[in-house]
């Protein structure tokens, strides 16, 4: 489905591939980012090397405290088999066990994302 080759995430942060920071603040809104991600491959696919089988998702992190949605620059392409229906889902195992079973934090994901979408623009 996607063919693409990115380096392995340790070697992503060594390399200081990303982008610096925009605006991170609770109830960013950034529409384009939310569509681009839609076409982005899912980054728990890409990490574990599995074929992708359902849409891709924006998922925002989850669990940074009340209030106002956070900014949308924190999302990460989750598909849905990976954010809300599959048996590993992240709405359905809970962010400590979804965090647990793939060994990425959310923010990984989100790095994995933005270098994901850098190579779709
Ligand atoms: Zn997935
Ligand atoms: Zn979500």
């Given amino acids: 489905m996607f ?4 380096q392995p995430l ?8 990303l982008k610096p920071e925009k605006n991170l ?14 076409d982005c491959p ?10 992708q089988t359902t849409k891709t998702d924006a998922h925002h ?3 940074g405290g009340m209030g106002k949605k956070v900014s949308d620059l924190r999302t990460m392409a989750i598909c849905q088999n990976h954010h809300t229906k599959g048996p590993n889902a992240f709405h359905h195992i809970g ?3 979804f965090e647990g079973k793939f060994g990425y934090s959310q923010d990984d994901l989100i790095e994995v994302t933005n270098k994901l979408l850098e190579y779709i623009d």
């Fill in 3 to 6: 063919t693409m080759r990115l």
């Fill in 10 to 17: 340790n070697v992503m942060r060594k390399m200081n591939y």
């Fill in 25 to 38: 603040r609770n109830g960013f809104k950034d529409p384009k980012r939310l569509a681009a991600i839609q």
């Fill in 42 to 51: 899912c980054c728990i696919c890409y990490l574990t090397k599995q074929k």
């Fill in 61 to 63: 992190f989850h669990g």
């Fill in 95 to 97: 962010r400590v066990s």
